[in-house]
C-alpha cells in the first residue's frame, strides 16, 4: 500500500536530516550515497524526505533556490528558473463562470517550461553523485531543460526522443545546447524503457521525473502559487488544473501540500483540488481515476497534437492518484479540438502557450460544463510551456498571412 505519510524521526540513513524512502514498502535509503531510482526491495516509487519541513517564514529570495529550506542543498545549478507569473485571465476567467481564474504561466522559465525547476535541482544531485553523463528520454521539454542544465554544468547530455513527435522548438533547443539526440523508432515509453536500462547499466545518471529529485524542485511550483495567491487576493487558490503526462507535477504538487501539512502551515482539509487533464488520446490516468483505481494501466497507443503529453505509462501515478483522491480532484480527457480552442483563448488574454498547455483550460471549461466545478471557485490553471515551443501548432492554431506588394495603398486595400 502507497505510504506517503511525512514526518517521524531521521533514519540512521539520513544525511544532513534528507534521506530517500520508497512510497509503496516504506524501505529508507541514504540519500547520495549512490545512484538509486527506484527501491531496492520492491521496486517502489521513491521519495525525498526531511527531518524539517520549513515554513513560509523560513523562505527568502526569489525562483527556486528561495525555496531552499524545502529542498537538500542551499543552491543548485542556476539559470534563474522559476518566479514565474500568476497572470489574470479575465476573457477565460468570464468564459468558465468562475470565482477567480489565474493562469500560472510555467513556459515564463528560461528554457520555456516548467521541467527547469527540477532540473536545477536535479542537474546539483549528478554534481554530488560525481556521474559523467546526464540522460533522459523526453517528449521534448525535459530535453531542452536537460541539454542547457547540462551544459551549465560541463556534463555530457545524452537525449532519446520519440522520432517525428516531438515539437520543432524543443528539438532546437536540445541541439544548440549541445546535446547527443536520438531519435528512437518508438514512443515515448519506449525510449523511457531504453534510458531507463541504460541507467540501470550505470551508463548515465537517469533525469526524467523518476528521478525523486526533480520533483523536489519541481514542487516549489505550488509554494510560489500559493504565496502569489495570497498576494493578489489573500486566498489560497481552491482548485489546480493541470495537464497530466508522467504525472511528475501532480505528484510534486501534492507533495508540496503535504510538507505544508506537516510543518503546520496548511490544514490536510485546505488542500487545493489537484485536477488532472489529459487528451483524450493519451488518457489512462483519466481511466484510472473514473475506475477509482490505484494504478494505471498502459496504453501502447497514444496519439495527440499535444506531444508533450503523448505518454500512455504515467510513471508517477503511484504518487499522483492518491494526490487526486486526498484533495477531492478528478481528472478528465479533451480532445484535440478542445486543446486548440483553449490556445486560442489564451492567446486572446495575451498569454502564449503550447498545446499540452492548454489543455488545463479545455479540462476546467470541460468540468464547469457538466457542473464539475463550482462557479464560486478560485482556479489556477497551470500552463506548462510557451508557444515558440510548437511554433508549428501555433501557426496552425492562427490565422493565415496576406500576401501584399511593397506599398501602403497595397496593404490598406488588402484589410
Ligand atoms: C512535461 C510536460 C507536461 C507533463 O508533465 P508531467 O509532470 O509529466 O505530468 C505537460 N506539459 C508540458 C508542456 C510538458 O513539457
Ligand atoms: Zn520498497
Same mark, same amino acid.
Given at each position: 500500500m502507497t505510504d506517503l505519510s511525512l514526518g517521524g524521526s531521521a533514519p540512521a540513513e539520513a544525511d544532513d536530516g534528507a534521506w530517500l524512502a520508497c512510497v509503496e514498502c516504506g524501505a529508507t535509503l541514504a540519500p547520495f550515497d549512490g545512484v538509486v +531510482?527506484?527501491? %531496492?526491495?520492491?521496486d517502489g516509487l521513491l521519495e525525498a524526505r526531511y527531518a524539517d519541513y520549513p515554513t513560509f517564514d523560513d523562505f527568502s529570495g526569489e525562483?527556486?533556490?528561495? +525555496?531552499a529550506e524545502s529542498? %537538500?542543498? @542551499? &543552491?543548485?545549478? &542556476?539559470?534563474?528558473e522559476g518566479n514565474t507569473p500568476l497572470y489574470e485571465a479575465p476573457k477565460i476567467e468570464a468564459e468558465a463562470g468562475v470565482a477567480d481564474l489565474r493562469v500560472k504561466h510555467e513556459g515564463m522559465n528560461p528554457t520555456g517550461s516548467f521541467k527547469d525547476r527540477g532540473m536545477t535541482v536535479g542537474v546539483r544531485v549528478a554534481d554530488e553523485l560525481g556521474v559523467g553523463r546526464l540522460a533522459c528520454a523526453s517528449t521534448g521539454n525535459t530535453s531542452a531543460a536537460l541539454a542547457a542544465y547540462g551544459a551549465r554544468a560541463d556534463t555530457p547530455v545524452l537525449v532519446l526522443l520519440p522520432a517525428g513527435k516531438v515539437a520543432a522548438g524543443k528539438v532546437a533547443q536540445a541541439a544548440l545546447h549541445g546535446a547527443r539526440i536520438c531519435e528512437v523508432d518508438g514512443n515515448f515509453d519506449d525510449c523511457l524503457d531504453v534510458v531507463a536500462e541504460l541507467a540501470d547499466r550505470g551508463e548515465a545518471y537517469l533525469l526524467n521525473s523518476l528521478n525523486p529529485f526533480r520533483l523536489e524542485g519541481q514542487k516549489t511550483i505550488a509554494f510560489e502559487m500559493l504565496e502569489q495567491s495570497v498576494a493578489a487576493h489573500g486566498e489560497w487558490p481552491d482548485r489546480i488544473v493541470l495537464p497530466v503526462g508522467n504525472a511528475g507535477n501532480t505528484a510534486a504538487l501534492y507533495k508540496a501540500f503535504r510538507e505544508l501539512v506537516a510543518a503546520g502551515e496548511? @490544514? $490536510?482539509? @485546505?488542500m487545493p483540488t489537484l485536477t488532472g487533464v489529459q487528451a483524450a488520446g493519451a488518457a489512462p490516468m483519466v481511466e484510472a481515476v473514473e475506475a477509482g483505481a490505484d494504478h494505471v494501466e498502459r496504453w501502447d497507443d497514444v496519439e495527440t497534437? $499535444?506531444? $508533450?503529453?503523448?505518454?500512455?505509462? %504515467?510513471?508517477n501515478a503511484p504518487k499522483a492518484l492518491p494526490g487526486i483522491y486526498d484533495t477531492g480532484g478528478t481528472a478528465v480527457a479533451v480532445s484535440d479540438d478542445q486543446i486548440t480552442d483553449a490556445q486560442r483563448m489564451l492567446a486572446e488574454d495575451g498569454i502564449g502557450v503550447e498545446p499540452a498547455s492548454a489543455a488545463s483550460v479545455a479540462g476546467l471549461l470541460e468540468l464547469r460544463e457538466r457542473g @464539475?466545478?463550482?462557479?464560486d471557485e478560485r482556479v489556477v490553471c497551470l500552463t506548462?510551456?510557451?508557444?515558440?515551443?510548437d511554433p508549428d501548432a501555433a501557426a496552425e492554431a492562427g490565422g493565415d498571412t496576406t500576401a501584399v506588394p511593397a506599398d501602403a495603398d497595397g496593404v490598406l486595400d488588402a484589410l
Open positions: +531510482y527506484r527501491c %531496492p526491495d520492491c525562483g527556486v533556490w528561495r +525555496y529542498l %537538500p542543498f @542551499e &543552491s543548485g545549478v &542556476s539559470i534563474q496548511m @490544514e $490536510a482539509g @485546505e497534437r $499535444a506531444t $508533450a503529453i503523448r505518454i500512455g505509462n %504515467p510513471v @464539475e466545478v463550482g462557479p506548462t510551456g510557451h508557444l515558440l515551443k
